[in-house]
C-alpha cells in the first residue's frame, strides 16, 4: 500500500498576503461526507467579503493510497479527521460580523472547535505536522483501537448511525472497521472510521 499526498496546490502555512493581519488555523466542525462541498462553498464565498483575503486557506486533509485487492490496483482517497475542514482566517475571526456570518451560514457547517462564540486555534505545529502527513513525509498515528473481531458495536456517526453490529474486520493501517449489521433482514458488511463506533 502506497500513500501519496493530495494537498492543495500552492498550500503554504506561511504563504498569505501581505497584509499585517495575524492569522490562525481553525478546524471547522462539518457534516460527515459535506467536507469537500463545504471547502468548495467557502472558498466561493469568499469572493463577496469585502476582503476576500480574510479567508486565506480552505483545506480538507485527505490521502490518496494505492492498493492491490485480488490482483487489481486500486486507488482511494481517506480523509485524515472526517467531519472536519481546516480553515485559515484572522484571529479572533469571531469579531468580523461578516466573516462569522459568512462561515456559520455555509450549508452543512455545525461549528467551530471551541466554544460556541469562541473558535479555538490549531497550533501551526499541528497543521504543518498534518501537512506533512498528507504528503506522506510523516508517519500517520495509529488509532487506538479498544475493541476486537467479534465485540458488539454501535455505529454513532455516518449513513449507519445507531445501526448495531459486530466487528468483522479491523484495518488499523487505514483506520478502519467492517462492521457486520442487520439491513433489510440480511447481514451486510459496512466499513466505517474507527471513531464512528462504540462498544456496547
Known sequence: MEATPDL???LNLFDVPDDNIARRWYALHTHSGQEGAVRNMLLSKRINLENKDLISNVFVPIEVVKET????????????????????LPEHPEKDPEL??????????????????????????EVEAIIE???????????KVDFEVGSR?????GPFANFLGKVDEINVDRGTIKVLVEIFERLTSVEV????????
Open 193 to 200: 472510521e474507527i471513531w464512528q463506533v462504540e462498544q456496547i
Open 8 to 10: 492543495p496546490d500552492g
Open 100 to 125: 462569522w456570518m459568512l462561515i456559520k451560514e455555509t450549508p452543512g457547517v455545525t461549528g467551530f472547535i471551541g466554544s460556541r462564540t469562541v473558535p479555538v486555534p490549531l497550533e501551526d505545529a
Open 69 to 88: 485487492r485480488g490482483g487489481e490496483k486500486k486507488v482511494s482517497r481517506h480523509k485524515f479527521f472526517p467531519g472536519y475542514v481546516l480553515v485559515q
Open 153 to 157: 458495536v454501535r455505529i454513532t456517526e
Open 133 to 143: 502527513m498528507v504528503r506522506g513525509e510523516r508517519e500517520r498515528p495509529k488509532p
